[in-house]
Every structure is written in C-alpha cells, then in structure tokens.
C-alpha cells in the first residue's frame, strides 16, 4: 500500500510538472537600463535572441527595484527567406505575471514586421514583469521565416512616497506640510492616503500629476480628486487639470479635529466645474507621479484683550507654528459687518497694540493666522472667537 501511493503521488507530481507552463522556468532575465530621462533612449543596451523558423513562443523577465516610467522596444529582423517584408513577430506585449495571462494595464499585443520597431511606454511599480513574443500557428509565412528579435528595456526610477496604496484599506498615512508623491502606474490607477489634523485647522491642498511622456504618447484627461472624512462621507471633490505640462488643482477647505483620507483616481474625474457631484469614467486612464502637499494653518485664540491708557486696546493671543503672520480685525460691529479695521502683525509677534480708538465705544477683536504655501497662494487660518472690550481710558 505504501508503494502504491509513492506511486501515485510521483505520477501527480509528474502530471502537474506536465501542466505547468514550459516558459516559467525557463524565463531568461534581460538587463534594465536606468535612465536619467525616459525620453532619452538613444543609450538602452539591448539584448538579441535568435528566432528560428517554423511556430515559435518566448518569454523574458525584467525586473524593477522602484516605481518607474518605463520604456520596452522591439526590432524585428523576422523575415521569409525570399520575401523581404513577409515574416512578423505577430505577439509582443508585457505581462505582469509569468503566466502572461494578465496583460499590463496601459498595454496592448501587438504585431513587429521585419525591420519594424515597435515601442511601449509604461508607469510599472516596483516588482517583475515579463515580455512574450511569439510566432503564431497561422501567421504569414512562419514556416520559413526566421531572424532575431532584439529587446530593450530603460527605466527612469522614481522616488514615491505611496506606492500599490490602491485602496482605502493601503491609504498611505502622510504628515501635512511635507510634499510626498503618489503613483498612478498602469496597473493601479489610484492612489490613497491618509493624514490627521488636531484642532481647527484650515487646509490648503495642492495636487500636480506629472508625466514627461506628454500626450503625444498618453492621452490625457482630468484625474479625480475626492477628500473624504473618516466616516467615509464626502467632503471635497476637484478635478486635477487635463494637460500633463501644466497638471495642478488646489482648494481651501476647513477641518475639525480627526483622519481625513484623499483618493486620486487616474481613470475617473467629476463631469463638471459647476456640478462637481457627477463622476464619471473618462474613458483614459492617466498614468504618472502625482505630488501632493497639504499646507495647514490651526486656528489661533485671544488669551487676553485689554484697555489701556491712551484710547487703545491691547490684544494677546496664541502663536502658531509655521505661521507667515497674523492679521487682526476690530470694529464696533460684532458681526464684522461694517467700519472694519485691520492690523497686521509678523509670526514673532503675539500681542498687537490698536491705536486711536474711540473712548465710550465697545469694540470686538479677532485674530487669525495665514501662511504662504509653496506656489505663493495665502493660505489664511479660521478667525478666533472674538472677544470685547471698552474703551475707557
């Protein structure tokens, strides 16, 4: 019984190794050439393998050691022996598994004549990919066609903060007022991620995808841009501009204490500027690094409001951290409605003097701080609680 299921189990294994797919194991691995700029490959090594005559398949792998924008070639000299321009490598494409069974997002097989190069551009995360090429059954020909296919592979590497953040559940935690980046590749066209804000806070985001592959080679479209609090409820949607050279979008939003999640999706964008609530699939999936950068100014408060001597009030409040300056406003007018007067104050500064006021009169104060975000937009703080006083001396 014993020898039975040795038996057995040997012609299992056997049966299955007669399953597997012959081109896994035998996945020779070509060279990728690192490049400064995607859009220079004049300098890509290549690697040459010889195609012989009759039904042909073969499968390579290159591997990525961090997000990239990638660049693959193929040169066909595939040719009948005598007819120069019959012949053709009928299946080229890249592949993200080493069954080439799922065809990278972004790809599509193609055919490579003889002396035709045919030429891919992708945004591939870091990990293994794999280039089949093939000779069909029925193809032009194949029987007396031979030659070489030569292949090449540059990748320009990106640092990327977020990487394979797909989903709500991978949102990358960030820290406001730094810059960090997210990935749109072929496969993934979403990017999350998550920060958190103590206190009041009011909060610039600025958002850029950046692609050097310009149109030319990937039609763009707007990238959607959806803020969402912690209770999955909407709270901001924008779009993020359709040309890649000039890509950015920004909005000024306030927020209370708590998480807060921001999704990019490359395939979708809300319909319209003047109805932002209807998303809709754009038909292009928009591929590239996108930046990020969330500039935040808290909400100050008045610790002390005084009358001092002379017809003037003296007014303390909080200081902020990373504040540009402080702009007070007082008036006679608790809603601020009307005869409003500011005084501006730098970030060293927390108590402000108001001069030539009216003795008798009843006056409210309010503070708030702004600061400067990196493309020189003011980005003003939520105002204090105001606070009264009267003037007496």
Same mark, same amino acid.
């Given at each position: 019984?014993?020898?039975?299921?040795t038996?057995?189990?040997g012609?299992v294994?056997?049966?299955?190794?007669?399953?597997?797919?012959?081109?896994?194991?035998?996945?020779t691995?070509?060279?990728?050439?690192?490049?400064?700029?995607?859009?220079?490959?004049?300098?890509?090594?290549?690697?040459?393998?010889?195609?012989?005559?009759?039904?042909?398949?073969n499968?390579?792998?290159?591997?990525?050691?961090?997000?990239?924008?990638?660049?693959?070639?193929?040169?066909?000299t595939?040719?009948?022996?005598?007819?120069?321009?019959?012949?053709?490598?009928?299946?080229?494409? %890249?592949?993200?598994?080493?069954?080439?069974?799922n065809?990278?997002t972004?790809?599509e097989?193609? +055919?490579?004549?003889?002396?035709?190069r045919k030429?891919?551009?992708?945004?591939?995360?870091?990990?293994?990919?794999?280039?089949?090429?093939?000779?069909?059954?029925?193809?032009?020909?194949?029987?007396?066609?031979?030659?070489?296919?030569?292949?090449?592979?540059?990748?320009?590497?990106?640092? %990327?903060t977020?990487?394979?953040?797909?989903?709500?559940?991978?949102?990358k935690?960030?820290?406001?007022?730094?810059? +960090?980046?997210?990935?749109?590749?072929s496969?993934?066209?979403?990017?999350?991620?998550?920060?958190?804000?103590?206190?009041d806070?009011t909060?610039?985001?600025?958002?850029?995808l950046?692609?050097p592959?310009?149109?030319?080679?990937?039609?763009?479209s707007?990238?959607?841009?959806?803020?969402?609090?912690?209770?999955?409820?909407?709270?901001?949607?924008?779009?993020i501009?359709?040309?890649y050279?000039?890509?950015?979008?920004?909005?000024?939003?306030?927020?209370?204490?708590?998480?807060y999640y921001?999704?990019?999706?490359?395939?979708?964008?809300?319909?319209?500027?003047?109805?932002?609530?209807?998303?809709?699939k754009?038909?292009?999936?928009?591929?590239?690094?996108?930046?990020?950068?969330?500039?935040?100014?808290?909400?100050?408060?008045?610790?002390?409001?005084?009358? %001092?001597?002379?017809?003037?009030?003296?007014?303390?409040?909080?200081?902020?951290?990373?504040?540009?300056?402080y702009e007070?406003?007082?008036?006679?007018?608790?809603?601020?409605?009307?005869?409003?007067?500011?005084?501006?104050?730098?970030?060293k500064?927390?108590?402000?003097?108001?001069?030539?006021?009216?003795?008798?009169?009843?006056?409210?104060?309010r503070?708030?701080?702004?600061?400067?975000?990196?493309?020189?937009?003011?980005v003003?703080?939520?105002?204090?609680?105001?606070?009264?006083?009267?003037?007496?001396?």
């Amino acid at each position: 019984m014993k020898k039975m299921k040795t038996y057995i189990l040997g012609m299992v294994l056997a049966f299955a190794m007669i399953l597997l797919p012959q081109n896994v194991s035998a996945a020779t691995q070509i060279p990728v050439t690192a490049v400064e700029d995607i859009t220079d490959v004049m300098a890509v090594g290549s690697t040459n393998i010889k195609v012989p005559t009759g039904e042909y398949s073969n499968v390579v792998q290159f591997s990525l050691n961090k997000p990239s924008y990638v660049y693959v070639s193929a040169y066909s000299t595939v040719m009948h022996e005598d007819y120069d321009s019959l012949g053709a490598i009928e299946e080229f494409a %890249v592949y993200s598994d080493a069954n080439c069974s799922n065809l990278v997002t972004g790809d599509e097989v193609t +055919v490579v004549w003889g002396n035709e190069r045919k030429s891919k551009y992708l945004c591939l995360d870091a990990g293994n990919y794999w280039i089949c090429f093939a000779k069909t059954k029925n193809g032009s020909y194949n029987d007396d066609s031979y030659g070489e296919f030569r292949l090449s592979v540059a990748a320009q590497y990106l640092n %990327v903060t977020g990487t394979k953040n797909g989903s709500w559940g991978r949102a990358k935690q960030i820290t406001t007022d730094k810059k +960090v980046t997210g990935f749109l590749s072929s496969n993934t066209r979403k990017s999350w991620f998550k920060f958190k804000v103590s206190g009041d806070t009011t909060a610039r985001l600025n958002l850029s995808l950046e692609n050097p592959l310009g149109e030319s080679v990937f039609e763009s479209s707007k990238t959607g841009v959806t803020l969402y609090r912690s209770n999955h409820n909407v709270l901001e949607r924008m779009n993020i501009a359709e040309n890649y050279y000039s890509s950015a979008c920004s909005k000024e939003v306030t927020l209370k204490s708590g998480t807060y999640y921001i999704e990019i999706a490359g395939s979708e964008a809300y319909k319209d500027s003047w109805d932002p609530t209807k998303l809709k699939k754009t038909g292009v999936n928009n591929m590239g690094m996108v930046n990020l950068k969330i500039t935040t100014v808290k909400k100050t408060k008045i610790s002390k409001l005084s009358n %001092v001597k002379g017809k003037k009030a003296q007014v303390t409040y909080n200081k902020v951290s990373n504040a540009k300056g402080y702009e007070i406003q007082y008036s006679t007018d608790k809603k601020f409605k009307k005869g409003v007067k500011v005084k501006k104050a730098n970030a060293k500064t927390t108590k402000v003097t108001l001069t030539k006021l009216t003795k008798g009169k009843k006056y409210y104060v309010r503070v708030r701080a702004y600061r400067v975000d990196e493309d020189d937009n003011r980005v003003n703080g939520s105002w204090s609680e105001a606070k009264s006083v009267k003037i007496t001396k």
